[in-house]
């Protein structure tokens, strides 16, 4: 089976954006927030609107995507902390019913209520909710919830400690993912999200977070930022710092997707990660939508890039496809058995 | 010959150091502020400092390098506007003497005295004095002088024309390069440098500078910083913005070094971006010091990764080399040919 890893809701329905509107010109004036968190979207609506994504598993052939709210929808640098708060309960309860009615599609990955300044403690309620409550397989936590101010300690940081804590306790994995920049300088899917992936994997090879966390599991998205492209850069830096080896260091802890949209960059990611660190993914309905001119193919039709990927023996695919995924995220692998998709080890 | 455009003066001797910290130190107590910029070093003191390069460039074969200060010293974002201009001109003066001493092994390129929220005219004094009276071919341009919270504008804004007027004048290009971060989230080396590459890249992709700028230059180092590696991604949000292909775009303008640390990066490099963008480079005596344990080579010696790529021909070799440096740093190309170098091509 092939597994996305890496789905945005970008296809919303209006009474989703409406109510964000309403809630933050409620912060102006009062009378303008909304009177209730029900949306009034019918599970009819809701399975209408992920048509797009199910046409794309269908054409492209993936079976399941890993599935949270629109990245730059997070917003945590927008309005207080309680209008965030009911933002991210709203969004995460229309994921996890669109994972409930879609189940063999759809699995959810969550997003928090971070907020500038406030403790990482006030999001453990909403990641006990969604993981416990309504089975969720994984989170997206922002390494910089200000918008590309990047104003939070380093994720090696104490502040993340009791987050981290839960979840290794709830056994989900974190996605590490920014939301959009409120900076005119940076760029939200050109900029912030590849330097966001970036910075994140320079601040755990900086720090020694997993010697306390061994079982802490992050994923760190668009094919983990420049990181590939300059692996003997970070593998240099390592040495010059006296830390281990990458593969020790961190490599057992954080994990790559394949949301790179062209041959050669996923040639060169398959060429220096290691093939368990690789998961499938495509950000699709995500950052571009268009053709490839050069291809005739869409640019996020990632599956095509890693099909393409000559010297990998078909044990080496199935864990890139599906294998990573189901240990990464144990509490997907787990749902999947409980509906008789038994993991396939191929030899 | 081979040129290497992106050397700094990391082996600076320790009576600029001791400058910078009474310079600081001066801000709190007058009383240690330095009492001249006469630093007393000798011309044997800098030939001597500079020995470290001169061997690399024996032992790993190239001629001249482009040679800048520090980067991370540059510190735009320490101390004050008056402060900062001071220590630009003590930097500066410290390359032009090394490029005036070693004029075989050198070329100068400068810092600029930013300062975040000056006006960036206040930069034009010092870039003419370094251009015009002592001979540099290039200077580096901070696009966060801010050090790591990107506080400036684009580099696209209005802001900069003024300076990018002076560039076009004095046929000089400029490299896009942040100095040291104060930000605790944003590694120097290991994620300022390469997200400041990337942000800026995106930030020209974006707007449409080089329709008022036709003869503006820029170099971004560190391969692009995330560039290469997304070059799939960058086409398509270009094509979702409307813009025009990369080549028409941005290419006429824009070139990468090769300051990327092991052959898979450098390889995927020259097989996106056209050969006539590409810079040799080596950042040495910069970001990673140590020797690659899996190939017993230097990690910054990226002309072993250029001599491997065994897909380019003797005259594509030669414009990474050199022909591209001397038509993207005219002034550098008149100071060789004044010299007898005449520019060689390769058929």
Known sequence: MIIDIHGHYTTEPKALHDFRAAQLAGLEDRARAP?????????????????????????????????????????????????????????????G??????????????????????????????LERIVRELGFVGVNLNPDPSGGYWKAPPLTDRYWYPIYEKLVEL?????????????????????????GDTTAFMQLLQGDLFRDFPELKFVIPHGGGAVPFHWGRYRGIAQDMKKPLLAEHLLKNVFFDTCVYHLPGIELMAKVVPVDNILFASEMLGAVK????????????????VDQLQHLGEAERHKIFEGN????????????????RVRTEVA
């Open 35 to 95: 009177s209730s968190t029900d949306l009034g979207i019918s599970d009819d609506e809701l399975v209408a609107s992920v048509q797009p994504q199910l046409r794309f598993q269908r054409e492209r052939g993936s079976d399941l995507t890993i599935f949270s709210p629109r990245a730059s929808g997070m917003g945590h640098h927008v309005g207080n902390e309680a209008i965030g708060r009911e933002w991210c309960r709203v969004s995460n309860d229309l994921i």
């Open 97 to 126: 019913r669109i994972c409930t009615l879609l189940p063999d599609n759809f699995a959810a990955v969550g997003q928090l209520p971070q907020f500038t300044g406030a403790p990482i403690e006030n999001c453990i309620p909403e």
């Open 171 to 195: 056994e989900v994995p974190a996605m590490i993912h920014v939301t959009a920049s409120c900076n005119p300088a940076v760029h939200f899917t050109g900029a912030h999200y590849i330097n």
């Open 290 to 305: 268009g053709i490839d001119p050069e291809t005739g193919h869409y640019f996020d039709d990632t599956k095509r890039y």
């Open 325 to 340: 995924a189901r240990r990464v995220y144990p509490r997907l692998d787990a749902l999947l058995k409980k509906r008789g």
